[in-house]
């Protein structure tokens, strides 16, 4: 972390998790024990019929409300799909974008994820861009290219750096999401500053030491002092751990550090 520049994250990332019932007591037990977060923004990303009831819940708290996804297009003849203005609507304020289980499981491509983040911006919500390798691609070590795609294909979709302030990437490794397996605070370090390199050479050193850049994969109450304790991570992408409300806080204690 570096808080002088930038803003230090903890997003959860519920998936697909929680009724809209249940989604108030969670809500609410989370917002108790992360009141005095006073370093770290908290970010709940819930499904997209928890959002309402995430939102009722959390208007007289910090805690900003997210999505998981959502339609490039601004409105038309896409049967089951969700909208940025929609959201936007509803009063959310962050959006996940490119989530590998979104790239493995609905062929989402670097060029949908590039399209998804300009509809994110075009509405006014802030984007979470999900970029990160599998086990195959670390294991021929290709992830640096890999990962140069990714970022570099996102950020066509950003063209200034009043935009880029709306963007926070999360460096997610496939091969530790859902794994219990967490990449090293040394491998989280260096991708992260990989990424800060890529975006300084797009937009400039000043632009680039603002952006919030997460890990996401595993990270639990044990490890994340270590990793966010390197100064290109700022934060968190959790899964698991967030559906656990006394876990989930113990990460945001260890942001606030
Ligand atoms: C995620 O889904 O973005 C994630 C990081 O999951 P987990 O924390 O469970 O690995």
Request: with cysteine.
């Amino acid at each position: 972390m570096n808080r002088r520049y930038r803003k230090t994250i903890i997003a959860g990332n519920w998936k697909m998790n929680k009724t809209a019932t249940e989604t108030k007591a969670l809500v609410e037990d989370v917002k108790q024990r992360v009141a005095k977060s006073k370093w770290c923004e908290v970010v709940l990303c819930v499904p997209f019929v928890d959002i309402p009831a995430a939102v009722r819940q959390t208007k007289d708290c910090r805690i900003a409300i997210g999505a998981q996804n959502l339609h490039e297009e601004v409105s038309g003849a896409y049967t089951g799909e969700i909208s940025g203005a929609m959201l936007k609507d509803l009063g959310v304020k962050y959006v996940i974008i490119g989530h590998s289980e979104r790239r493995q499981y609905f062929g989402e491509t670097d060029q949908t994820v590039a399209k998804k983040v300009g509809a994110a911006l075009d509405a006014g919500l802030k984007a979470i861009v999900c970029v990160g390798e599998t086990l195959a691609q670390r294991d021929m070590d290709v992830t640096m290219e890999l990962i140069a795609l990714q970022v570099k294909s996102a950020l066509n979709a950003v063209p200034t750096t009043e935009e880029l302030k709306r963007i926070v990437f999360a460096y997610e490794p496939v091969w530790a999401i859902g794994t219990g397996r967490t990449a090293t605070a040394e491998q989280a370090a260096e991708v992260c500053t990989f990424i800060r390199a890529l975006i300084r050479k797009k937009y400039g050193a000043r632009a680039a030491r603002g952006v919030t850049i997460q890990y996401g994969g595993s990270m639990n109450a044990q490890n994340a002092d270590e990793l966010l304790a390197q100064l290109d991570v700022d934060g968190g992408l959790i899964g698991g751990a967030s559906l656990k409300p006394e876990d989930f806080a113990a990460i945001v204690q260890a942001a606030n550090q």
